[in-house]
């Protein structure tokens, strides 16, 4: 299933921080978890976490976040491409290398090669994101039928995601406030007109088969 989480934002939280807001989703990927915070442009700093359920690639090779060789790009990523093969084999008659099984490794080397209009090709069922260190741009993806979750809410400077809204309310200084309307709409007859999630404010989805970019 997996999970993954991250911030962007000119104040810096501790790895334990980051960490505790990872493992808030530990049933979602019980079989490795990284954390990295870096510090990127215009004084601002982004970390990337993800909580892995091994399935392609059982070895460490396919830990996240992952890189690119060098280290412009990094990438955390949640579901499961299903024309994994074929997007490798059309990597490889260009030239690529790979050094894992692992379907993010095509993600992280099809956005590179690519672009982010490399995720039109893409079959499956998933929720990433990317940092782009080239054009100082973290982008947010969600697969077409919205199955894998992705929320984030923005405060000031601060932009968090997160697959669960649990993992959100643990980043420092965000907690959950309910929108009344919202909360009233769920018990209407009517349909729901609040902006966002509807039950808390300031907190959003990602829509399916769309994309958000933070500059």
Same mark, same amino acid.
């Given at each position: 299933?997996?999970?993954i989480?991250?911030f %962007? #934002?000119?104040k810096? !939280?501790t !790895?334990? $921080?980051? +960490?505790k807001?990872?493992?808030?989703?530990?049933?979602?990927?019980?079989? =490795?978890?990284?954390?990295? %915070?870096? $510090?990127?442009g215009n004084?601002?700093?982004?970390?990337?976490?993800?909580?892995? &359920?091994? %399935?392609?690639?059982?070895s460490?090779?396919g830990h996240q976040?992952?890189? #690119?060789?060098? +280290?412009? %790009?990094? /990438?955390?990523?949640n579901?499961?491409i299903?024309?994994t093969?074929?997007?490798?084999? *059309?990597?490889?008659?260009?030239g690529?290398?790979? *050094?894992t099984?692992?379907?993010?490794?095509?993600?992280?080397l @099809?956005? !590179?090669h690519f672009g982010?209009?490399? !995720?039109q090709d893409?079959d499956?069922?998933?929720a &990433?994101?990317?940092?782009?260190?080239?054009?100082?741009?973290?982008?947010?993806?969600?697969?077409?039928?919205?199955? +894998?979750?992705?929320?984030?809410t $923005?405060? @000031?400077?601060?932009f968090?995601?997160?697959?669960?809204?649990? @993992?959100?309310?643990?980043?420092?200084? /965000?907690?959950?406030?309910? =929108?009344?309307n919202?909360?009233?709409?769920?018990?209407?007859? @009517?349909?729901a007109?609040?902006p966002?999630?509807?039950?808390? +404010?300031?907190?959003?989805?990602? &829509?399916?088969? #769309?994309? &958000? #970019?933070?500059?």
């Amino acid at each position: 299933m997996c999970g993954i989480c991250g911030f %962007i #934002s000119r104040k810096c !939280i501790t !790895i334990d $921080q980051l +960490k505790k807001m990872n493992d808030t989703m530990y049933h979602r990927g019980p079989n =490795d978890s990284g954390e990295e %915070i870096f $510090q990127v442009g215009n004084g601002y700093y982004l970390g990337f976490a993800q909580r892995r &359920l091994s %399935i392609m690639d059982l070895s460490m090779l396919g830990h996240q976040p992952m890189y #690119s060789n060098d +280290k412009r %790009i990094v /990438i955390t990523y949640n579901g499961e491409i299903y024309n994994t093969d074929d997007l490798r084999h *059309k990597l490889t008659t260009l030239g690529v290398h790979f *050094k894992t099984t692992s379907d993010t490794e095509v993600l992280l080397l @099809g956005f !590179i090669h690519f672009g982010p209009s490399f !995720i039109q090709d893409v079959d499956g069922i998933f929720a &990433l994101a990317v940092y782009d260190e080239r054009h100082e741009t973290l982008t947010l993806f969600r697969d077409c039928f919205g199955v +894998k979750p992705l929320f984030y809410t $923005q405060t @000031g400077n601060t932009f968090v995601f997160a697959s669960e809204l649990k @993992g959100l309310f643990c980043y420092p200084g /965000i907690a959950p406030a309910v =929108d009344s309307n919202g909360l009233n709409e769920i018990f209407s007859l @009517g349909p729901a007109h609040t902006p966002g999630c509807g039950v808390y +404010k300031n907190v959003h989805e990602v &829509l399916p088969g #769309s994309y &958000l #970019s933070v500059s």
